[in-house]
Structure formats: C-alpha cells, structure tokens
C-alpha cells in the first residue's frame, strides 16, 4: 500500500486551489500555475483522493461533494469531516484498532514504526509516520508525545 505523502493542510490547500477554478481542473495546469512539478503535487491529490475529496480523470481533477461540504464549512464542522475522512482509511483504522487493544492506548513511536513498516514498504518510515501523524491530529484521533516519543488515543471533546 502506498500512503500518500501529503499533510491535511496541502490537501485542503489544493482543494482550495481546485475551487477556485470552478471545482475542476486540470493537474498539470494547477502545478504549473504554482511554479511546480506535476510529481510535486501528486502525494496531494493521492490524498485528495483517499480521503474521497477528488476524483481524477483524464488528468483533471475534480472535487466532490464532500470536498464542497469541507471547503463550505466552519472550522469545527470541517475538523469533524476531516476526522470522519481519516478515520476511514485503512491503515488509520489498523493502527487505531492496535491503540484501542493495548492496556493505556498508548503505543511507543519504535513499535508504531514497526507496525507501519510492515504495512507500508519503504526505507523512510519516518516521514510516514510524521504524515499519519499529521492526518490523526488534524481529526482528532491520534496524538504524538514527543517528550515520551508515544502516540496515543487523543480524548474526545
């Protein structure tokens, strides 16, 4: 599986960028328009696309419905759709499932390196797991101590 190495933030950012334009545009000509590669956007729709938000055909991207919904809401109604978006993806749910099993939901970073590894095939795990990081704490799911270097189950409000 790859996960797409993208932060909520550049995701929402293309979104944005992808409105502006009536809500579908082409990739390419979105890149360009950023003085960008085409690669350096693409972990940004791969996720834009994960989390259901585009589609994309024929080198255009499209939004969807729920990327309106995200771009139209308040900023507490759009934390809830970005938590319900990176909750449904897999590897989120594997590794929630895992914090939910252990005795005080907490993980430490080493072990949550391993399980990831073991999921995603790469020699930079590390910027992974700051990526999966960066989905969990923007929807509220996963937190990262870096004082005890330990992820753990953030509390609901």
């Known amino acids: 599986m790859i996960f797409p190495k993208?932060?909520?933030s550049?995701?929402?950012g293309l979104?944005?960028?992808v409105n502006d334009e009536g809500g579908i545009e082409d990739a390419a000509r979105l890149a360009a328009d950023f003085d960008l590669e085409?690669?350096?956007i693409l972990p940004s729709i791969?996720?834009?696309e994960l989390l259901g938000f585009a589609t994309v055909k024929d080198g255009n991207i499209e939004l969807t419905e729920d990327a309106q919904k995200l771009l139209d809401a308040g900023i507490r109604e759009r934390k809830k759709i970005i938590m319900d978006k990176v909750?449904?993806?897999e590897i989120i749910k594997?590794?929630?499932n895992k914090l939910m099993e252990s005795d005080e939901h907490k993980m430490k970073k080493e072990d949550a390196l391993r399980f990831l590894q073991k999921k995603i095939s790469t020699t930079d795990i590390e910027s992974y797991f700051k990526i999966i990081i960066n989905w969990t704490r923007h929807g509220g799911?996963?937190?990262y101590n870096s004082d005890s270097e330990e992820i753990c189950l953030m509390s609901r409000e």
């Open 6 to 8: 993208a932060t909520i």
């Open 10 to 12: 550049e995701i929402t």
């Open 15 to 17: 979104l944005e960028a």
């Open 38 to 40: 085409l690669d350096e």
């Open 46 to 48: 791969d996720g834009a």
């Open 87 to 89: 909750a449904g993806v």
């Open 94 to 96: 594997e590794l929630k």
């Open 141 to 143: 799911l996963i937190g």
